[in-house]
């Protein structure tokens, strides 16, 4: 791997430690609510009750770490798991905003009854917001010159 | 690439290459649309034909299978050469890729040993340049002595090129046949034996050389091949025999001595036209593979993709059902209030448009879901899934080789049980033959997003990924306990080959959707509209009479008793004794007995039964008895009916076992 500036390591380190510990208070309200904690009131966007989905939140949140831990000590291979991070970050992210049109679709394209009480606060979920703030990581992994095999 | 309508000139054009070489995507910029799926001759492995135009030539195309040499260590190697031997094509186009020269030249060299007139397409450059390596084509092409076209097949660069090369060849009539010389033992066996063969005009049509490499090479299906055409066969295997015999002395196996000899021909040409320059830069590959195959998130990374494919499908695809769902309506509804008589506006409404209504509104998850999954393959991500898998694969008794047809399972069970043919161990292939109709099929979708969308709505993804899960479990249970108990032992190895990561190409993305997509929309227009036709003639026999007394409702009330533990009424029993011909009927037989529209449907069904008692009814739609079509290729490819009915027999004990227990924990912990 490429050297790296220390500093840089240690700057992209500590972004990754601040998307890994909000992915996990987020991941982690959608599971205690779904355990039947009302907890909803922690947070400024729209939770679920959802176990699925908070494992997902969780999942992310590791990866996030894990880049963390490794760049920390300054080592190159913690991009491989800021990369990843920010890949399954964006899945989660471009998923919820289509969720979000399709419902807009549902509700004032087609009129459907069932999305008559719909508002687009119902579906911005934490991961969009989360997706849009990790999006920063593309400058140091563009930097990276990687080659694609 | 150029099209006219006029093309006296004809070429009969073979693709061969090894797996994941990007022969789909060079097939699939040749033909465009104009392409014809089958089967080879005598087995079920697909054959893709199609035709190419350019200048005044016609260029028919077949894409042979994947493969690795020309043994015949597998059904895809045996056809793959067999068209070569047999249909004679005038070119066979070798696409090589650059980045793994070495192993790729090993099947070019066994096309040339075979006699077939070869143009190398050298594909995956841009990765070859990427890897550090420089590849001095002009120079390969002499050594090798065959045409080399450099190419990057899915930015279509060398497309032009190559069909430039084919044309000319066929018009000028060239032939690049190149014979490479073994050690001197060796060549001296292969000359005698071929002396031997051309004693046999029967023969003489073959290349005596390949034939002769084969014998020594002790390869059944040339031995089958020289029972078939000569009458006095033993004296030529007794020959053979005496040859290999001496050879043998010198090299303990002749197999591994012409591979050895392959590969040293292959490192010398290789070391002439490759040289590699350093790079420092990390590569996209080992980056996401350090975090994809890692030993603790890779299995939690897969699973957060499977649920978001599973979202996708559901909820993403919902307003375009929905559109489908009010279009259908209408029709069903303008049908049955104006075509007359009133019993052919009920046929052509309710049954007709109306039951396959129900079937189409579907279309979009299908086609939405398979989208997710063709990212997924064509990307690489999937076979990375595979390595992720076998670990537990293996010590749950599954061959690592198995995971690729229960995912292919999510599809489709007919060919994921057909694509089981690479198993080579038969007891790994029968357990995955098994269990693969555990694997939640698309056609069972439909039956999902119906309950799960009336009950579960604002969690319906959810609990349709927990069905996907539900199968997984099961058939691993399973595979668990046949291993331990019909198929003791453990299972084989597993070796596979990572691809390199890729951003799949659109046209690649969108041809890989519609082939499978395509299917559902195929048996929906043949077999599920027969099927829904004929409820909906039983549910108006006799005429005019009450649903309940009609011959459906008659033979529902003899069913209704055995799954009335599960309060499940006489129209869902015959809904899934109907879901054995195709699971899609389920919904569309509902349709018919509860009465078109999506008001009359939702009600009635909501009516019906619980949250608990509907996904009781999902879990046995996904465990119970394959369509009739997956039974069929369950006889096929065990070759057996034993295991065929034993097949029919386990699922259906095991879904009425797991309904009936989702039931028993939904009442004890106050769900009921």
């Given amino acids: 791997m490429v050297n790296v500036p220390e500093k840089r390591n240690k700057a992209v380190a500590i972004f990754s430690l601040i998307l890994s510990i909000l992915y996990f208070f987020f991941g982690s309200l959608e599971i205690t609510f779904w355990l039947g904690f009302d907890v909803t009131y922690l947070s400024p966007v729209t939770i679920y009750s959802d176990a699925f989905a908070g494992f997902t939140l969780i999942v992310t949140s590791l990866i996030f770490a894990a880049g963390f831990i490794n760049l920390w000590r300054n080592e190159v291979r913690g991009y491989s798991y800021v990369l990843v991070g920010l890949f399954v970050a964006s899945v989660l992210g471009i998923l919820q905003f289509l969720i979000l049109v399709a419902n807009w679709t549902e509700r004032y394209v087609l009129l459907n009854e069932d999305f008559a009480d719909w508002t687009w606060i119902d579906d911005f979920r934490a991961v969009i917001p989360l997706w849009i703030m990790s999006l920063p990581l593309i400058v140091p992994l563009r930097s990276l010159k990687m080659r694609r095999v | ?672």
């Fill in chain 2, 1 to 672: 690439m150029m099209l006219r309508t006029v093309s006296p000139l004809k070429v009969k054009v073979a693709l061969a290459g090894n797996p994941n070489v990007g022969k789909s995507v060079v097939f699939n910029n040749l033909t465009g649309a104009r392409q014809h799926v089958g089967n080879w001759p005598g087995v079920t492995v697909e054959k893709k034909e199609g035709l190419c135009t350019f200048e005044d030539a016609k260029i028919e195309v077949v894409d042979l299978p994947g493969i690795y040499s020309l043994t015949a260590n597998s059904i895809d190697e045996i056809i793959a050469r067999n068209y070569i031997v047999e249909e004679a094509p005038d070119i066979v186009v070798d696409i090589v890729d650059a980045s793994n020269l070495e192993r790729n030249l090993y099947l070019t060299l066994q096309l040339l040993e075979l006699g077939a007139n070869v143009i190398i397409l050298l594909n995956m450059m841009d990765l070859a340049e990427e890897k550090g390596f420089k590849i001095d084509t002009k120079k390969l092409e002499k050594l090798i002595g065959v045409p080399v076209v450099p190419s990057v097949a899915p930015k279509r660069i060398g497309m032009n090129e190559l069909c430039q090369k084919i044309v000319e060849t066929k018009k000028k009539s060239l032939t690049y046949k190149k014979i490479f010389k073994y050690s001197k033992d060796l060549e001296e066996g292969i000359e005698r034996v071929r002396y031997v063969l051309e004693q046999y005009e029967e023969l003489s049509k073959y290349n005596l050389r390949w034939l002769a490499i084969k014998l020594l090479e002790d390869d059944d299906e040339v031995k089958k091949l020289i029972v078939k055409s000569i009458s006095n066969y033993n004296a030529i295997f007794s020959e053979v025999e005496k040859i290999k015999s001496e050879l043998e002395k010198k090299y303990d196996d002749l197999i591994v001595a012409f591979a050895d000899e392959r590969y040293r021909i292959i490192s010398q040409i290789v070391s002439q036209v490759v040289t590699k320059v350093q790079v420092e830069e990390p590569t996209l590959t080992s980056m996401l593979d350090e975090v994809f195959t890692h030993k603790y998130l890779g299995i939690p990374i897969f699973l957060t993709l499977m649920w978001a494919v599973f979202q996708f499908t559901f909820t993403v695809a919902a307003p375009i059902s929905d559109l489908f769902d009010m279009i259908f309506s209408s029709l069903a509804e303008i049908a049955s209030t104006n075509i007359k008589p009133t019993w052919l506006g009920s046929l052509i409404g309710e049954g007709i448009i109306g039951g396959l209504g129900f079937v189409f509104v579907f279309a979009p998850n299908i086609f939405f879901m398979f989208l997710a999954l063709s990212i997924l393959e064509d990307s690489g991500y999937l076979a990375r899934a595979a390595f992720n898998m076998d670990k537990i694969m293996y010590k749950l008794g599954l061959h690592g080789k198995s995971f690729i047809p229960l995912l292919l399972g999510f599809g489709c069970n007919v060919p994921a049980i057909m694509s089981t043919r690479t198993i080579d161990n038969e007891n790994d292939r029968l357990i995955t033959i098994l269990v693969n109709p555990l694997m939640s099929c698309s056609a069972r979708l439909p039956v999902y997003v119906l309950f799960a969308g009336i009950f579960f709505s604002a969690y319906a993804g959810n609990v349709i990924f927990s069905m996907y899960l539900l199968g997984i479990v099961l058939a691993v249970l399973i595979a668990l306990i046949l291993r331990k108990t019909l198929f003791p032992g453990r299972p084989s190895y597993f070796v596979m080959e990572m691809p390199p990561y890729m951003v799949p190409t659109l046209r690649s993305i969108v041809v890989h959707t519609w082939e499978r997509g395509s299917m559902f929309i195929k048996k929906a227009g043949t077999i599920i509209i027969a099927g829904l036709v004929a409820i909906w003639a039983l549910s108006n026999i006799p005429y005019g009479a009450p649903i309940e007394e009609s011959l459906v409702g008659q033979f529902g009330k003899l069913l209704e008793p055995i799954f009335a533990p599960f309060g499940w009424d006489w129209r869902i029993a015959v809904a899934l004794f109907f879901g054995f011909i195709a699971k899609e009927i389920v919904i569309g037989s509902l349709a018919i007995l509860y009465g078109t529209g999506e008001e009359t449907l939702y009600g009635p069904i909501s009516n019906a039964l619980t949250p608990l008692s509907a996904y009781a009814l999902m879990a046995f739609v996904l465990i119970y008895v394959p369509c009739i079509a997956t039974v069929g290729i369950i006889k096929q490819e065990t070759g057996s009916w034993k295991w065929t009915l034993f097949a029919i027999a386990y699922e259906l004990i095991l879904a009425y076992l797991v309904a009936g227990f989702i039931i028993l924990i939904g009442h004890l912990i106050g769900l009921a």
